[in-house]
């Protein structure tokens, strides 16, 4: 559980004239050699160490602590381990944020971690509860991971820094389960590859993903699942969080990532391959190398993005992959040299209230993807970097590359220009004030309604007018011509049918309904927009 202090309140002003009697501390032990304190409260359960200022080896007196005491707090200052600190079940090794300090003082590949993973699933350890502790790995090529749990539950780590971190992580949660991460600085990592996470999710599949007692672990493939990382910042180095490592049937759940800060990251901001009910909200990211946030391998579903910002991409802001159920919301877009948001091989996505600006490339690219709706978008500025057959909103593949993009609605954007391209299905573009053009690159099944462009309403573009001529000749109009009668209009027509004004195919209609009579005032009722199969 957590330790008292972080459920201190201020007690109410009568009870402040008899405070209840504080229980004392007292010197448990001395160490001669180096004439420091080691303190304890009467009852055991909390112990205070002491910095020495020097470079010795801490580790056996921290380790001796966390198995003896719940709550093991450490002094201001340096403390040097040359071992790992393993930590048991119902303890809290607690120091004072951006005071205490504890760094590598050999090369060992870890700092601290749970002390069994003989249990599988999440039976390992529990209620181990981190705060206040800066991690420094120290300079020098040896990989480290600073704090690693596997097979846990309700683990927390807060307020802490981890840097210096060569090679591998600065947090490892492999196979943990309902957990935290708080208000943590990562920085000044030292990583070799993009694998190189600051916070890695891992599953327990084999020694490559937990190198530690490799002869007592159970290798059981579990993953995490209930994670909540927020309000913590990650700056120098190659991604922030994320995973690298895929089994099929074992993917992460329910990652809650909040609040967070990335900036100036070579590889990713948040990269993972394996892991479903994502939810990424209001996190910044500034100058990321590859991708602010991404997904790019392997099936999963129900990933959330929504009210981030992007600036300074020197690639891509958002790229999904292979996701079901895909929701890009209300993110604010500045400043990308690649796409602003890409999903490919999706299905059931829905892009929508976001704000992009300067995009040097495609602003949203939905590519071999099923069942989407981008809507409500605005984008501004760039395209320099667009090809021929690109757009401010791109649809599709201008190369046979299997199945195609299908059943697409592009409504309500604002933007220079869409292109729908030759290798997309049943493409309703409606309803959106486009400054330049729209491109329909031989799509088929392709519908476009009610655009404003370049100023100008689009033909057939639904005016109020009293025109009844070119009303009855609709019957003749081609594909897509549509026509809305004002209240003079539909009370002078009667029995006037507008039927089958396109067909797509021998299953699919669009077309006008009959006048009817309502209130004893006739209007034409209008099915628009649907497809019927």
Same mark, same amino acid.
Not at 355 to 376: G, N, W
């Given at each position: 559980?957590?330790?008292?202090?972080?459920?201190?309140?201020?007690?109410?002003?009568?009870?402040?004239? *008899?405070? &209840?009697?504080?229980?004392?501390?007292?010197? *448990?032990?001395?160490? @001669?050699?180096?004439? &420091?304190?080691?303190?304890?409260?009467?009852?055991?359960?909390?112990?205070?160490?002491?910095?020495?200022?020097?470079?010795?080896?801490?580790?056996?007196?921290?380790?001796?602590?966390?198995?003896?005491?719940?709550?093991?707090?450490?002094?201001?200052?340096?403390?040097?381990?040359?071992?790992?600190?393993?930590?048991?079940?119902?303890?809290?090794?607690?120091?004072?944020?951006?005071?205490?300090?504890?760094?590598? #003082?050999?090369?060992?590949?870890?700092?601290?971690?749970?002390?069994?993973?003989?249990?599988?699933?999440?039976? #390992?350890?529990?209620?181990?509860?981190?705060?206040?502790?800066?991690?420094?790995?120290?300079?020098?090529? %040896?990989?480290?991971?600073? /704090? @690693?749990?596997?097979?846990?539950?309700?683990?927390?780590?807060?307020?802490?820094?981890?840097?210096?971190?060569?090679?591998?992580?600065?947090?490892?949660?492999?196979? /943990?389960? +309902?957990?935290?991460?708080?208000?943590?600085?990562?920085?000044?990592? !030292?990583?070799?590859?993009?694998d190189e996470e600051m916070i890695q999710l891992d599953n327990m599949g084999s020694t490559g993903r937990w190198p530690w007692d490799t002869g007592t672990t159970v290798y059981d493939s579990t993953p995490c699942r209930n994670i909540s990382i927020s309000n913590c910042s990650f700056q120098n180095g190659r991604?922030?969080?994320?995973?690298?490592?895929?089994?099929?049937?074992?993917?992460?759940?329910?990652?809650?990532?909040?609040?967070?800060?990335?900036?100036?990251? %070579?590889?990713?901001?948040?990269?993972?391959?394996?892991?479903?009910?994502?939810?990424?909200?209001?996190?910044?990211?500034?100058?990321?190398?590859?991708?602010?946030?991404?997904?790019?391998?392997?099936?999963?579903?129900?990933?959330?993005?929504?009210?981030? =910002?992007?600036?300074?991409?020197?690639? *891509?802001?958002?790229?999904?992959?292979?996701?079901?159920?895909?929701?890009?919301?209300?993110? /604010?877009?500045?400043?990308?040299?690649?796409?602003?948001?890409?999903?490919?091989?999706?299905?059931?996505?829905?892009?929508?209230?976001?704000?992009?600006?300067?995009?040097?490339?495609?602003?949203?690219?939905?590519?071999?993807?099923?069942?989407?709706?981008?809507?409500?978008?605005? /984008?501004?500025?760039?395209?320099?970097?667009?090809?021929?057959?690109? @757009?401010?909103?791109?649809?599709?593949?201008?190369?046979?590359?299997?199945?195609? =993009?299908?059943?697409?609605?592009?409504?309500?954007?604002?933007?220079?220009?869409?292109?729908?391209?030759?290798?997309?299905? &049943?493409?309703?573009?409606?309803? +959106?004030?486009?400054?330049?053009? %729209?491109?329909?690159?031989?799509?088929?099944?392709?519908?476009?309604?009610?655009?404003?462009?370049?100023?100008?309403?689009?033909?057939?573009?639904?005016?109020?007018?009293?025109?009844?001529?070119?009303?009855?000749?609709?019957?003749?109009?081609?594909?897509?011509?549509?026509?809305?009668?004002?209240?003079? !209009?539909?009370?002078?027509? !009667?029995?006037?049918?507008?039927?089958?004004?396109?067909?797509?195919?021998?299953?699919?209609?669009?077309?006008?309904?009959?006048?009817?009579?309502?209130?004893?005032?006739?209007?034409?009722?209008?099915?628009?927009?649907?497809?019927?199969?």
């Amino acid at each position: 559980p957590p330790p008292p202090f972080l459920m201190i309140r201020r007690p109410p002003r009568s009870t402040l004239a *008899r405070p &209840r009697r504080q229980r004392q501390m007292c010197i *448990r032990d001395r160490d @001669a050699t180096n004439n &420091r304190a080691i303190w304890a409260d009467a009852s055991s359960s909390t112990i205070l160490l002491e910095s020495t200022g020097d470079t010795t080896d801490r580790t056996t007196e921290i380790q001796n602590s966390v198995n003896n005491a719940s709550y093991v707090y450490l002094g201001p200052g340096e403390f040097y381990i040359d071992s790992t600190v393993k930590m048991p079940s119902n303890t809290a090794l607690l120091g004072i944020p951006g005071a205490t300090k504890i760094i590598r #003082g050999s090369t060992q590949d870890n700092l601290l971690r749970n002390n069994n993973t003989a249990s599988g699933l999440y039976s #390992g350890n529990e209620n181990i509860f981190v705060q206040g502790i800066i991690f420094d790995a120290g300079a020098g090529a %040896t990989s480290c991971t600073a /704090v @690693a749990f596997g097979h846990c539950s309700n683990i927390t780590v807060a307020d802490c820094g981890f840097t210096r971190i060569y090679d591998w992580h600065g947090i490892e949660y492999n196979a /943990v389960t +309902n957990s935290t991460i708080l208000n943590c600085k990562f920085y000044d990592f !030292q990583g070799v590859d993009e694998d190189e996470e600051m916070i890695q999710l891992d599953n327990m599949g084999s020694t490559g993903r937990w190198p530690w007692d490799t002869g007592t672990t159970v290798y059981d493939s579990t993953p995490c699942r209930n994670i909540s990382i927020s309000n913590c910042s990650f700056q120098n180095g190659r991604t922030g969080i994320g995973s690298h490592s895929f089994e099929s049937g074992f993917l992460h759940e329910s990652i809650s990532i909040d609040g967070c800060t990335f900036d100036s990251l %070579t590889s990713y901001g948040i990269r993972d391959v394996t892991g479903k009910l994502y939810t990424i909200s209001n996190c910044t990211f500034d100058t990321i190398g590859v991708v602010g946030i991404a997904h790019l391998e392997n099936a999963t579903n129900d990933w959330t993005v929504t009210g981030c =910002t992007f600036s300074n991409m020197t690639s *891509r802001a958002i790229q999904m992959a292979y996701v079901a159920g895909l929701s890009i919301s209300s993110n /604010v877009i500045n400043s990308t040299v690649s796409h602003a948001i890409g999903f490919d091989y999706c299905d059931n996505s829905t892009i929508t209230n976001n704000s992009i600006t300067d995009c040097e490339d495609v602003a949203i690219y939905c590519f071999r993807s099923l069942h989407s709706t981008i809507s409500s978008n605005v /984008v501004k500025g760039g395209g320099s970097n667009q090809g021929s057959t690109e @757009a401010d909103i791109t649809i599709g593949s201008s190369v046979s590359v299997g199945s195609n =993009t299908q059943d697409t609605i592009i409504t309500g954007n604002y933007c220079n220009d869409i292109n729908t391209r030759q290798y997309s299905t &049943r493409t309703v573009v409606e309803n +959106n004030i486009i400054t330049t053009s %729209t491109t329909n690159t031989t799509s088929t099944e392709y519908r476009e309604l009610n655009n404003f462009i370049g100023g100008v309403w689009e033909v057939g573009s639904l005016p109020d007018h009293n025109d009844l001529n070119a009303v009855q000749s609709a019957t003749n109009a081609p594909a897509g011509e549509r026509y809305h009668l004002g209240q003079e !209009q539909a009370e002078r027509v !009667q029995n006037l049918t507008f039927e089958y004004i396109g067909v797509w195919n021998s299953a699919v209609t669009y077309g006008f309904g009959q006048v009817v009579l309502l209130n004893n005032r006739r209007y034409i009722s209008r099915v628009r927009n649907n497809f019927n199969n």
